[in-house]
Nanobody, 124 residues
Framework: QVQLQESGGGLVQAGGSLRLSCAAS????????MGWFRQAPGKEREFVAG????????AYADSVKGRFTISRDNAKNTVYLQMNNLKPEDTAVYYC?????????????????WGQGTQVTVSS
């Protein structure tokens, strides 16, 4: 059974940091681009960051550039999202996803596998 499991979410004050992890099982994702998305209440799911299969190419939403860093460890089948200088507007459920392709896409429709999500809450 293919599974993506996020962890590392929680409650943090504005200006703080969190590191999200996404562990994959049931399938090797080393050939897939991976992405992080988030969804706040009443809003659509939006792209946060993506990384290609080798980790040599990354992409970020403008709202998180310079604050968030995506990385991956293919030996551990795990993707990370380091989030620094968090803001209240970063509050959302964060999801990791695998695209089934080597290319990074910003549309969630291009991703075939999804985790259950982890809540990130940033207080002001």
């Amino acid at each position: 059974q293919v599974q993506l499991q996020e962890s590392g979410g929680g409650l943090v004050q504005a200006g703080g940091s969190l590191r999200l992890s996404c562990a994959a099982s049931g399938r090797t994702f080393s050939n897939d681009a991976m992405g992080w998305f988030r969804q706040a209440p009443g809003k659509e799911r939006e792209f946060v960051a993506g990384i290609n299969r080798s980790g040599g190419s990354t992409a970020y939403a403008d709202s998180v550039k310079g604050r968030f860093t995506i990385s991956r460890d293919n030996a551990k089948n795990t993707v990370y999202l380091q989030m620094n200088n968090l803001k209240p507007e970063d509050t959302a459920v964060y999801y990791c996803a695998a695209s089934g392709s080597s290319r990074v896409y910003v549309s969630p429709r291009q991703y075939n596998y999804w985790g259950q999500g982890t809540q990130v809450t940033v207080s002001s």
